[in-house]
């Protein structure tokens, strides 16, 4: 197609090129391995795990927004053995980098799942401290600093040397304070944005469509948002950004490389169309041929700032 | 509203019951799930028969959709009922519920009775059709405008005290409806089956919005495990 050098490294982890799909859009690949070779993507963000298995919130889980939708799942998910047991080895039958995303209760959880993980061999383990559709844990770890720093300490410290990426919560005030914490406290990688915290209600039965009331805001709707925090963080610190959030097309993520992404994931656009990734891969390669570029990797931070 | 659909039936097809996921328009993200009607193999394109009511602005874009169209559809998805073209059953639909029922009524080829419900008779649909894949038609309405003066369920009973040879019930409709449809046959000892709706976002299994509580306390996905379940695994309850 062309002569662009489309693999980046994210943590020392090598993908074939900068796309992954983002948790929670994807399961853990078989529904869409009917649609696409999954070995065309750069990794794969699992479904996101606890210790235990958890039957998530009751529906209604979505809504629909002006381009954008809101979801509170609450990590419906079977655990991480359940994971390791059934999940992990299909994901191995192909040439993606297999990135594990965990959430804890507590800090000593997260310890004990990067252990489990880490010893299953996955690539990398994507440390959610930003889910909004839990009680416990989730949101309240990723807009604390002191707490995002501890809970990062103890994956860390419990991961060997399988690279640590934390999902950081676009729900504060600012952000770059959030990524200086977990950097601080030995975060390889971090990945932004998580959803935003939104509502919706029907205005004839006055009830919000989501039976938690509120849930997260994914989808083009976000991109905007999810640049601006990619541009403000990779400034602040050193380690490389995964950048999501509204991605449905190959400029998007050329945006959030601009902007400082080393890599992109692609989620709420893959209900629209399941083979959104493939495009996004295609078109953000296409842009960098078109811009002369040797490397696709050469995008990221390119911004020229006024 | 008939789609040309290549080779879906010939590839997707399981049973009468399953869905179609279809894009409406450009500026919402979410595609609409759809029952399909009924659906044939055919050359050099296989057919799909939708029915649809329209509710919001992905259905009121589809149905101004002209002829000629081309539309973005995933398909067939899920799982449908489970049956035998030589079986007997008793087809329930309520309202926008009644279209799926049609494709069971012709898969086993005129054996089966359809008991049809709405809240008047301009919301039974599709009756003559009906009446030529059945043995037998009932009607209900709730305000008596067509059929008997109330719930399908009341028929529903009437059907299984007056015939034990039903191999099962089969039913789309609201959640009310089918739970008291659901209650009856298990009165009877006759199985049943429900087609379940719920909120949905991928519509292959992945992104788990479409849950649906289970007696057993586990939440099962519509899209996926679905849409089509056994009255006995879901919680009514809730």
Redesign the interface.
């Known amino acids: 197609m062309s002569n662009v050098d489309m693999r980046v490294t994210l943590a020392g982890m090598t993908m074939k090129n900068p796309v992954v799909v983002a948790s929670?859009?994807?399961?853990f690949g078989?529904?869409?391995s009917?649609f696409f070779d999954l070995s065309e993507l750069g990794g794969i963000c699992a479904?996101g795990l606890t210790l235990l298995p958890r039957?998530?919130?009751?529906?209604?889980?979505?809504?629909?927004t002006p381009?954008?939708?809101l979801?509170s799942?609450g990590l419906?998910n079977p655990g991480v053995d359940a994971f390791i047991a059934e999940e992990l080895p299909f994901l191995r039958q192909y040439d993606v980098k297999v990135i594990a995303n965990i959430s804890g209760n507590t800090p000593e959880e997260y310890g004990v799942m990067c252990e489990k993980l880490a010893g299953a061999g996955v690539d990398m383990i994507e440390v959610n401290i930003s889910c909004p559709n839990v009680k416990a844990g989730g949101l309240a770890y990723g807009t604390r600093p002191e707490l995002a720093a501890e809970v990062t300490e103890m994956a860390k410290s419990h991961a060997g040397n399988v690279p640590v990426m934390v999902k950081l919560s676009p729900n504060v005030t600012d952000i770059t304070e959030i990524a200086r914490a977990v950097e601080a406290a030995g975060a390889d990688a971090v990945s932004l944005i998580n959803t935003i915290r939104g509502m919706r209600i029907d205005v004839n039965t006055r009830r919000p469509?989501l039976k938690m009331n509120t849930g997260g805001l994914s989808?083009?709707a976000v991109l905007p948002v999810a640049v601006r925090m990619v541009w403000e963080v990779s400034q602040a610190v050193k380690v490389p950004v995964l950048g999501m959030g509204g991605v449905s097309k190959g400029e998007d993520a050329a945006q959030l490389m601009l902007a400082g992404a080393s890599a992109v994931a692609v989620g709420?656009a893959?209900?629209?169309?399941?083979f959104a990734p493939i495009k996004v891969r295609d078109g953000l390669e296409a842009i960098a041929a078109r811009q002369g570029l040797e490397a696709v990797s050469g995008l990221t931070g390119g911004v020229c700032p006024w | 509203m008939v789609l040309e659909a290549g080779d879906m039936v010939r590839t997707s097809f399981r049973a009468p019951g399953q869905f179609v996921h279809v894009k409406c328009g450009e500026g919402l993200l979410l595609r609409r799930p759809i029952s399909v009607c009924t659906c044939h193999t055919d050359e050099p394109n296989d057919l799909v028969t939708i029915v649809f009511e329209v509710r919001g602005e992905g259905t009121d874009w589809l149905a101004r959709r002209p002829v000629g169209h081309s539309l973005d559809v995933l398909g067939l998805a899920g799982n449908g009922f489970t049956m035998k073209p030589e079986g007997h059953y008793l087809l329930v639909g309520g309202g926008i519920g009644i279209p799926p029922m049609l494709g069971c009524a012709q898969y086993t080829q005129g054996k089966s009775t359809a008991i049809l419900g709405g809240r008047s008779a301009d919301k039974i649909i599709l009756q003559n059709c009906f009446q030529d894949e059945c043995a037998k038609v009932l009607t209900a309405t709730d305000d008596g405008s067509l059929g008997h003066h109330g719930f399908v369920d009341a028929l529903v009973r009437q059907e299984l005290e007056g015939d034990q040879n039903y191999d099962a019930v089969l039913a789309c409709g609201p959640r009310p409806m089918l739970r008291n449809v659901a209650r009856v046959a298990e009165e009877f000892g006759v199985p049943c089956q429900v087609s379940m709706e719920e909120r949905m976002g991928c519509g292959v299994g992945a992104c788990l919005v479409c849950a649906c509580d289970m007696a057993d306390g586990s939440r099962k996905h519509v899209c996926k495990d679905g849409p089509v379940f056994d009255s006995r695994e879901v919680n009514w309850d809730v």
Request: glycine letters at 14%.
């Open positions: 929670g859009t994807f399961g078989r529904e869409y009917q479904k039957e998530g919130n009751p529906a209604p889980r979505i809504a629909e381009m954008g939708i979801n799942v419906q469509i989808g083009p709420t893959l209900f629209a169309d399941p």
